[in-house]
């Protein structure tokens, strides 16, 4: 009989606990909806991060030449650095690649791998012919910053509107397509030159942005599409083509995993641009922060997104 009630209460504990678990899980999703359709309503003109530019922290040393620390439901600026200097994207332009795949065409698309794309620099072991659902090669291409993966994005969406056009032509309506978004969501001082961010030359970089502009098209992207980024939180992810072709992705970020409700990342690094890194982290309950580091080192960029984070922690410890 004693046993039986041991029993009992401790299936009872179990229970309460698995309540008060999927509680916290269900207010957190609350909040952050909350957020996201309460600032849809605010920005009804698509303008988003324009804060007064005020450093909350005190005085930091960053390898960074430009860094934005930006609050989204308060909308205040926790920090500013050279954040209105155009400087290289490098691969954070893959975020735009992505958010105007996502417009033109749904998930469940086809893309097919064409041996172009293949010519691209880097090579993340994609297959020529391969074929993959549009929502899957995105995510590969994000994590993984898969510069092939997203070329062949750009490719299989233009040839459907320019069936006859060269790769060149698709390539540069794709690219087009990419600058008059960034006009739409008012980034002023952004600019695509190709789709993958790779310099074009030795001293020029393939996409030019500043720190403010890449919050800004972070927190767009949180706004309106929540889901194409949320791969990046991963460690590593597979991903599966449709030919049943299995692929890891290793998440060129080493710090997803370590951060404390990352929400989304992506990092760039080239020659000309340096480190970049664009990521928004959730430290509260519905409370996003976006964090953009430019022209950092590449290993340096990850420091100084630490160091911005725990000044971030701190700050929201103390206020």
């Not at 033109?104 to 993340?124: E, F, H, Q």
């Not at 056009?165 to 540069?172: L, N």
């Not at 590593?236 to 290793?250: G, N, P, T, W």
């Amino acid at each position: 009989m004693e046993r039986k009630m041991i029993k009992k209460f401790f299936k009872n504990r179990e229970l309460e606990i698995k309540f008060f678990v999927f509680l916290a899980m269900g207010l957190s999703l609350l909040l952050l909806v909350s957020y996201v359709l309460g600032s849809k309503i605010e920005r009804g003109d698509n303008s988003v991060g324009t804060g007064l530019v005020q450093s909350r922290f005190p005085e930091m040393m960053l390898k960074a030449k430009a860094a934005y620390v930006y609050d989204a439901r308060t909308k205040t600026v926790l920090y500013a650095k050279n954040e209105n200097t155009r400087m290289p994207l490098a691969s954070l332009t893959k975020v735009m690649s992505a958010l105007v795949a996502k417009e033109l065409s749904p998930d469940y698309s086809t893309v097919t791998i064409s041996r172009s794309a293949l010519d691209t620099d880097g090579d993340s072991g994609l297959r020529p012919g391969e074929k993959w659902r549009l929502k899957d090669i995105l995510d590969f291409s994000l994590v993984a910053s898969s510069n092939d993966g997203m070329r062949a994005v750009a490719l299989a969406l233009g040839a459907l509107e320019q069936s006859d056009a060269s790769d060149e032509e698709i390539i540069g309506e794709f690219v087009s397509r990419m600058n008059r978004k960034a006009a739409e969501i008012d980034l002023k001082n952004t600019y695509f030159r190709n789709e993958t961010g790779l310099d074009e030359t030795e001293f020029k970089g393939g996409a030019y942005g500043t720190a403010r502009d890449m919050s800004s098209l972070m927190e767009y992207i949180l706004l309106y599409h929540p889901d194409l980024l949320e791969a990046t939180q991963e460690v590593s992810m597979f991903a599966l083509s449709l030919d049943d072709y299995r692929h890891e992705a290793k998440n060129t970020n080493p710090l997803a995993g370590r951060i404390p409700g990352l929400v989304a990342s992506k990092t760039g690094f080239t020659n000309t641009a340096g480190g970049n890194l664009a990521l928004i982290f959730d430290p509260e309950l519905g409370r996003p922060i976006v964090v953009t580091i430019l022209g950092s080192t590449e290993e340096g960029r990850f420091e100084d997104a630490q160091t911005l984070i725990n000044a971030t922690l701190k700050h929201l410890n103390e206020n």
